[in-house]
Every structure is written in C-alpha cells, then in structure tokens.
C-alpha cells in the first residue's frame, strides 16, 4: 500500500518535471520584448496569464538551483481551521504549496506605537550570513494570507520568487489586485490607477530614462552643461546619427583618443565596436546614418593582474521625493579574460576590451568563482603567486582586501561612488516625475499625484544595477545603469549576493500587513495603547502623501524663512546648533523623519546613501529643493540618528525603542 502511494507519488513529480520542461522549452522559443540587464538575456514574453496559478521553482537561471524547492502537492486544504476562499486561477487551487502553510514573520519597529512590516529573512541555501533576528515576532498563524504577483512579462528569478515564498507570501494573478507585492514590468497606468495606498511594485513608471544609454546621456549632459567637472561621472557621449557632425569634428581634434559604439537599448555586450579616432571612410558613412551613442573609451582603467575590470554595484531607490537611496554593500567585479592594451591594433578583441560576463564566459580561460565553498574567507585568496585574479568573476568584499593588500583607498573610491550615484539619479529626477504624473494623468501634480485608488509617492520601488569602471587615478566612472539587473543565480557567489539583495529590499521597502495578522498580539510590535494610530494611517503619512505640494510649498517657506532667521541674526546662531532647524519641524516632517530611520534601522546590507549627513552639497543640483529633501537634509545636519536619543522631542515624536541595526 505503501509503496503504491510512493510511486504514485513519484510518478506526479515525473509528470510534473515533464510539464516543467516542457514549459521551459515553450518560454525559450519566445523572444525578448524588450531590454534588460546584460547577463539577463532572458526577458521572455509567454501568453498573458498562462501560467500565474506555478510558484514552484523555475529552473532558467543558468544552474538549476533549488533554495527551498516545496514539491507540488496533491489538491487538498492547506490551512484547516479557514474554508479557503481562494478564486481560481490563485495558488493553492491547482498547486496548494505543501502540508506546511507558509509562516510570515514580522519585523518590530524601532519606534513605539508604529506597525511592524513583513520580514523576509534569507534563505539557507542561499548561505549568507542571516541577519540578526531579535526584533523579529511570528505573525498570526490564524490571520489572513498575503499575497505577491509576478508577472510573465519579465524573467522569473529563483532568488525572487524563494524570498517572496520564504517570507510566508502567495503568488496570485496580477488582475486580482490582492497582491501587495508586485514584481513585473513598469507598471502601466490602468494598474497604478488602482494601486492601494500599501500595494507596492518593483518599477517606477519612466525610468527608461535611467536605463537607456542615449537618454541617461542626455540627462547627464544636461548636468555637465550646468555644472561643469563636477558632473563628468560618465564618459563624452554622441548620440548618433544626430551628433555625427559633433562627434567628427571630436574625432578630428583628440586623433589620439579611442571611442566605443553601442546600440541605445542592447546589452551584453551586443554590438559594440572600440574605434580608434582614425576611422575607414566606410565605417564613418556607416555610423552617420545608425542610431547609437559613442563615447569617448576609457584608454586607462585600473587593472588587476594585467585585466580590465568593471563593478556592477546594486542601488535601491525607495522614493524620488524626498530621494532615498541605498547602495548594497555586496556587488560583483568583472574580469576581461585577456591581459588588457591599448594598442589600435587590439581593438577588436572583445574579451580584453569588454568586461561582459556574457562575452567572456565564452573564454575557455574564464574561472567561476569558488564563493560558497570557503575560499573568499582567505585574505589572498583573489590572486595567484603571479598576482593574476584566481576567477573571472569576485564579490566587492574580494576587491576590497585586494585594494588593502595594495594600498590603495578602498574608502575613498566607495564614497566617489555613492557621489556618482547620487548625482545621476538626481539628474533623472525631472523626467521620472514627468512621467509619474502622465501615467497617474495627472498634470503638473509633482510627486504628490496621488492615484484614485491610492498610489502614491512611496509605491514604487527600483533595484539599479549601476556598471561602474575605475581609472588608474581611481576615480570611478558610469558606464550605464541596468534597470532590470539581473539577478540570476548562475553561480553560489551570485545567488548569495542576489537572493540576500532581494530580501534586504523587501524588508526595506516595508510591506506592511493587514493589522489581523498581528493585532492579538498587539504589545509584541508596540502597537500604541492609546491605539491612535492605524497602519494604513501611518502608510500614508510615511510617505508624506496626507498632504497637497501647495501646503508642502508652504512648510518648506517656513522652514527655509527660519533657517535664513537663524542665519541673519549672527549672536544667536553663534551660540545655537543644527537642532535648531529642526525645532520647526511640524508633525509631517517629523512622520518623514521617523519612517526614514525606521527603513535604515532595518536596512540589511544596504547602505542608506542618502540622505546623508554631507547632503547640503547636492541641493544646488535640484531645480528647487523639495519639501520633503530639506526636512531629511535638515534632519541629517543635526545628528540623523543621534536625535532620537535626545529627551527634548516634541510629544507627538514616537519614542525609540530599539537600537540595534537589522
Ligand atoms: P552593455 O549594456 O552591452 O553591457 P556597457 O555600456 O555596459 O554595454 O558596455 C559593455 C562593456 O564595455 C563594459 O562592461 C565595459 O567593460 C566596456 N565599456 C563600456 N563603455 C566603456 C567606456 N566608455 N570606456 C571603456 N570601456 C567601456
């Protein structure tokens, strides 16, 4: 009897593998719809809604990776003290995910009386180290399910959807709207119309103007235009056919400089040609009438072991108003697999000149790194004895011992880079705002277009992938940013790096559970005796979106008018400090303030970039600072986190009551 159950039970999973091969070979066949990351070649457009009932484990991103794979069980109840009330077409009606509900837990605030969002904690076989997990509580197991979304539309990621899975949530189809995660494609305007105010997506509507290599050009140039060497962060560019006549007549006058050739929308590697300023007639006709962009080719980049490399460096952007971003701490480095020259005559070897995973995996003479399995641990372990990198591919934290090992200013090259990284996402700020409100129709409404169902300014979230090339004087110059990055788990370097990056985000960007999960208990996440706050309250306030830009206008005047008082009356600013400024802050402000440190207070591995302590220098590259910048700004001139230690706060400041980082 037994034994006739098992192989029952063995012929399902055949049948199922059968089912998932051929759905493999199915998606393979289609092509891509549009560009994503360069080691992402697999954005795959499938039938609308085929097949959004599977969460089980997709098996495209290069290696077969199982973190936490949950065989497919028979049809029966998964909960057995609720009747399911799940539609067709959800999980759990074709494909219930195992004898096992999924478990969510919550993380605490730091603060008192504030609601705890859903933790996604990292999975084992992922093996990074987990974060420390003593404000974490178990939420209700009686409470209702939460659910995400992830569309066909982009490429299914095991490192996605294991962190969506692990953090207790269940897959739904994008149109039930139940979802309050959303992982997909930009989001459209008919979507982000019915968002809820605690709904939140993986994309902010317009941000091709960060991901295209013509229009992140013409976002910097703008810049570079105005503020001169400050803002060279990225090499010359041409955007082509239009520029040709510019770009000759550089041509002409650098004969010593060297060019790259892209296509605006490829990645990969695909298509791009290094020229030398010394072009064959034939090839000049051939670039005046193609579109692209050329850029001016970096001739002298910093190079290990005789290599090229370049970093791909994970930035998450929380809102563009007020700007938050973080950087992850963890990235990757990537090697050219042929020993690099500037010589013309080596200009087409891509494999010494393009540092692609994509191109160089090619090479016989690429290494996979050997992360997971000790080897990153050991202080030399990035170098042979003839000072060669022992893999093509490191982590940061194998870059960073390198740069100590040789002396050079790790340091000092990771704050260039958050520079870079700020300043070009400040540069983009216009035209996303632009298209945020076009997508809500709303005209001239800034960041505070609200959309009828509730979409607001903090319902959007980005992971960035910024590709970054150091020269030999160590200065960091962008080469592009990647606003679908990819996040495949090819190798256990990559799915520690990219599973724990994933989770980390979603537990900063706050997703925040419908208070029955956590009401009956309601002192393990400081939920306020007085009960005068409610979560989707607070959600609303957090994101600064309870009131119009009008009234935003007219408290960032007061502010600014107090800060010019201080700054008029010498004798009394001599004797003052920054706390000052924030003596003004009202109620709103301080509702920005305290979600702010609630995010860094469990940011993971991510760094919070901005705001920081140093942002006034960035205010003059805003067109108008924002309300919502100069209260973060102001809040990080006088002490960030160290405020909420003092025992002057307004009363309707939360008090903190945590203070350790998870
Ligand atoms: P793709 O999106 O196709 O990957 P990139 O802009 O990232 O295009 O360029 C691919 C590779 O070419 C980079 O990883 C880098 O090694 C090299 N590269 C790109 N631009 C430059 C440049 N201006 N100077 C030197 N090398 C460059």
């Not at 209700?140 to 949530?169: C, K, W």
């Not at 208070?515 to 306030?541: F, I, Q, R, T």
């Not at 003596?583 to 469990?602: I, T």
């Not at 920081?612 to 809040?635: A, F, I, T």
Request: net charge positive.
């Amino acid at each position: 009897m037994l034994s006739r159950r098992r192989r029952a039970f063995h012929l399902r999973r055949v049948m199922l593998a059968a089912g998932l091969w051929m759905k493999l070979r199915k998606r393979r066949r289609c092509a891509p719809t549009s560009r994503q990351d360069s080691e992402n070649p697999l954005l795959t457009a499938t039938k609308k809604g085929s097949d959004e009932t599977m969460d089980v484990e997709d098996v495209m991103d290069g290696a077969p990776s199982d973190d936490n794979f949950e065989p497919p069980q028979p049809r029966g109840p998964v909960r057995s003290r609720k009747p399911p009330t799940r539609k067709p077409g959800e999980e759990g009606d074709t494909l219930p995910s195992g004898p096992k509900p999924r478990k969510i837990q919550l993380l605490r605030s730091v603060f008192e009386g504030r609601p705890p969002v859903v933790l996604f904690s990292y999975t084992q076989a992922c093996c990074a180290e987990q974060r420390p997990l003593d404000r974490a509580v178990p939420a209700d197991e009686d409470g209702p399910r939460m659910f995400y979304s992830h569309t066909d539309a982009i490429h299914q990621y095991n490192a996605v959807i294991n962190i969506l899975r692990h953090g207790g949530l269940y897959r739904v189809r994008a149109e039930t709207n139940r979802w309050t995660v959303l992982w997909s494609l930009h989001p459209t305007p008919e979507q982000l119309q019915r968002f809820s105010p605690v709904q939140r997506a993986n994309h902010f509507p317009g941000s091709y103007h960060l991901g295209r290599k013509d229009l992140i050009w013409r976002n910097l140039a703008k810049m570079q235009q105005r503020f001169g060497k400050e803002y060279q962060i990225t090499p010359q560019g041409y955007i082509l056919p239009k520029a040709f006549l510019a770009w000759d007549a550089a041509r002409l006058r650098q004969s010593d400089a060297l060019w790259i050739w892209k296509p605006c929308s490829q990645s990969c590697g695909r298509g791009i040609t290094v020229l030398s300023s010394d072009v064959p007639e034939e090839q000049l006709r051939d670039l005046a009438k193609k579109r692209g962009i050329i850029q001016r080719y970096i001739p002298n980049p910093l190079l290990i072991g005789g290599r090229k490399f370049d970093m791909r460096i994970y930035v998450v952007v929380l809102s563009y108003d007020p700007l938050k971003v973080f950087i992850n701490d963890e990235g990757l480095v990537r090697f050219a697999t042929e020993l690099y020259s500037d010589a013309v005559e080596t200009l087409q070897s891509r494999m010494m000149h393009l540092t692609n995973y994509s191109v160089n995996k090619q090479n016989p003479a690429f290494v996979q790194n050997l992360d997971g399995q000790g080897e990153e641990e050991k202080e030399d372990a990035g170098v042979d004895e003839a000072g060669q990198p022992k893999a093509s591919k490191w982590s940061l934290k194998e870059l960073r011992i390198h740069f100590a090992r040789e002396s050079l200013d790790f340091d000092a090259l990771w704050e260039a880079m958050k520079d870079l990284v700020i300043k070009t996402l400040i540069s983009v700020e216009e035209p996303l705002k632009a298209d945020w409100c076009k997508t809500l129709g709303i005209e001239d409404g800034g960041w505070s277009a609200r959309g009828p169902g509730g979409a607001h300014r903090g319902s959007c979230f980005e992971i960035y992938g910024f590709d970054i090339l150091v020269d030999r004087s160590l200065k960091p110059w962008l080469l592009e940013v990647n606003i679908c990055p990819s996040l495949s788990s090819g190798s256990p370097l990559d799915k520690r790096i990219k599973t724990k990056l994933v989770a980390d985000v979603l537990t900063l960007v706050g997703v925040h559970p419908p208070a029955a999960l956590w009401k009956l208990s309601p002192e393990s996440v400081h939920w306020p005796a007085s009960g005068n706050v409610s979560p989707s309250d607070d959600n609303e306030a957090a994101a600064g979106c309870l009131i119009s830009e009008d009234e935003m206008r007219k408290r960032a005047l007061k502010l600014v008018l107090g800060t010019l008082f201080l700054v008029q009356d010498q004798l009394y600013l001599a004797g003052q400090s920054p706390q000052e400024a924030v003596s003004l802050f009202d109620e709103v402000a301080w509702e920005l303030v305290v979600e702010a440190h609630d995010q860094e207070m469990r940011s993971g591995g991510l760094e919070m970039a901005f705001p920081c302590p140093n942002g006034s220098r960035y205010v003059q590259y805003w067109g108008e600072e924002s309300y919502c910048n100069l209260v973060l700004r102001k809040w990080q001139e006088a002490g960030g986190d160290a405020i909420f230690r003092s025992k002057k706060l307004p009363p309707w400041v939360p008090r903190q009551v945590c203070f350790s980082k998870t």
